[in-house]
């Protein structure tokens, strides 16, 4: 019997990395995309209801600042190297694709030292390990988001498979031999670590840190890095400002409500994956259609969420004590504040993709630095003069505020004709 070889997982042997072109290929990307954030989402999920059931209140706040600044270093390296090299006009070649990978793991050796060494001198464990790990961490989401992009899509899938059976052992023997969840975290990093800088030698990426930009190409990429700090990035910014000026467990009495909100996060996150595609497709001529469409998307999506966002806000106390062990007592009290927050953030964010859709970048990035300062602020205030109950409805208030600036700007944008850019 004879088999054929397998071909190399990853980007083509060619001078050049084509996209993949057609609407199938769109479709099928989009639900490897959803599929890889699924698996995520569910590794992470595993590893937060764990930390929380068993860490103290102050611990947890140490493990949702970690987890915090991994999310803010991702999300950095993706806007100013990522997403750089996604855009090329006719698709990036092998040799773009190595230098970025180069660029991200600089970054994130810078930031993983910061991480790490501010972990040591406060004696934060969950910080040290985070700082460790983020250079492979970093290398990994470079490896999934190229794959997804412009490469071999099923390389993203198998590496998070890998790493979600990684993660399912560590919470496995966790049960059944009584490991200490900061043991659960340590897998969770470091495989999700390994897993990143193996894939990328398997597939001849350069993982060796450098920057290799002209000036001109650095202070783009700084450009959108200061960008996505005061819009998107301004979240896990304000969780770190809260941590230092309200403490460590205020930031666990909130990591303990959002955990019980696992499941509402990831159906949120699921439907944002989608929202945009269906507003490109759908592209209505007028501006009177396109409110139509997109008031449709909110009414679903809420209508989706809502029943889910009950069902968390009304948990029975011993459904809470078996998620969260003796923490459930510092989060039950968030849980409606929360919920505010949980129905609002779907209608801001279809407005948001609204602007995306219509092109119109620089009222979204207008909205977006008035936003996130004020969403900084607004949070550490809440902390420090109420605690987690303030910091909670203050969140529960800017996800108002934010509903507001986003559609009342969109309201304007979909009675004009044309695109907006």
Sequence with gaps: MTTRAASRPGPPAGNEITRAGGRRAFVRRTVVALSVNGLSSVGNLMVSVSVARGESLSRLGQFALAFSIYVLVIGLVRTAVTEAVLAARTGPARHEITRGARRAGAVAVLAGLLTAGTGVVVGADYLTVTGLALPGLVVYDYVKAISIGVGGARVALAQEGVWLGCTALAVGAAVVASVPPFMIFVCWAFSGAVIGVVVALRL??????????????????????????????????????????????????????????????????????????????TR???????????????????????????????????????????NWHAARPLLPLLSVEALL?????????????????????????????????????????????????????????????????????????????
């Design 204 to 281: 001849r990426y350069d993982v060796v840190p450098g920057w290799g930009l002209d000036r001109r190409g650095t202070r783009v990429a700084a450009s959108f890095a200061a960008q996505f700090l005061v819009t998107t990035g301004s979240a896990q910014l304000a969780l770190s400002a809260l941590a230092a000026t309200a403490g460590v467990a205020v930031v666990g009495a909130l990591g303990a409500a959002r955990t019980v909100f696992g499941p509402v996060t990831l159906l949120m996150t699921t439907l944002s994956s989608l929202i945009v595609p269906y507003l490109a497709q």
């Design 284 to 326: 209505p001529e007028t501006g009177r259609a396109r409110l139509r469409v997109a008031g449709s998307v909110v009414a679903l999506t809420v209508g989706v969420m809502l029943p889910l966002v009950l069902m968390v806000c009304l948990l029975p106390d011993d459904i809470g004590r078996a998620v969260l062990g003796d």
């Design 345 to 421: 953030a779907p209608i801001a964010l279809v407005a948001f993709a609204g602007h995306r859709v219509a092109h119109a970048g620089g009222r979204a990035l207008a909205i977006g630095v008035v936003l996130g300062p004020l969403r900084i602020a607004t949070i550490v205030a809440g902390g420090v003069l109420f605690g987690a109950g303030g910091a909670a409805g203050a969140l529960a208030v800017l996800a108002l505020v934010s509903a507001v600036c986003w559609w009342s700007s969109y309201l304007r944008l979909g009675g004009r004709k044309g695109v907006v850019r």
